[in-house]
């Protein structure tokens, strides 16, 4: 059996622990997966819009902060029906289950970016980043870039043309009018 030289042995060695020990850092941080990234194109001075997707978690985790360089405020946000009139309000966490696919999509859960800091136009991709906590109280970021699609697509079941409107008022009677989901 031919014997290397201890020099040639640590060469080769140490790249490979160090490509071993990245694999399972990116092993143990691919617990998220997120599918199907979008965000709803504005109009002229609008100043917020909406993002949706899928997520899934091979544990159960929670999707506790989101962000993204294109608006002042993102938070994640519940649009349900209270006494007869559709609400939206943010939330402090949204639960993804281990193994389950969560929806974000319009006249549900979603993310809602706000004080834009320009027009998000079709074609575009904005940035998101995503925070998660497990039960031990690790956090996970998960970087993504959301493809954004116009407004007269159908999407959700929402009627085309029904784009994010420029006011944003949480719990108002109003709220489907201005945030036109």
Known sequence: MTSFPTSLRHAFARPLLGLALCS???AAQAQ???KDAWVRATVAQQKSTGAFMQLS????VKLVSVSSPMAGVAEVHEMKM???V???????ALDLPAGQAV???PGGFHLMLMELKGPVKD????PLSLVFEGADKKRETVEIKASVRGMGMMQGGMPAGMGMGAGHKHGAASAPEEHKH
């Open 24 to 26: 399972a850092a990116l």
């Open 32 to 34: 998220v997966s997120v």
């Open 57 to 60: 978690s091979a544990k159960a």
């Open 82 to 84: 209270d006494g007869g």
């Open 86 to 92: 559709m609400k939206m309000r943010p939330v402090e």
């Open 103 to 105: 929806e974000l999509k």
């Open 123 to 126: 074609g575009d991709t904005v």
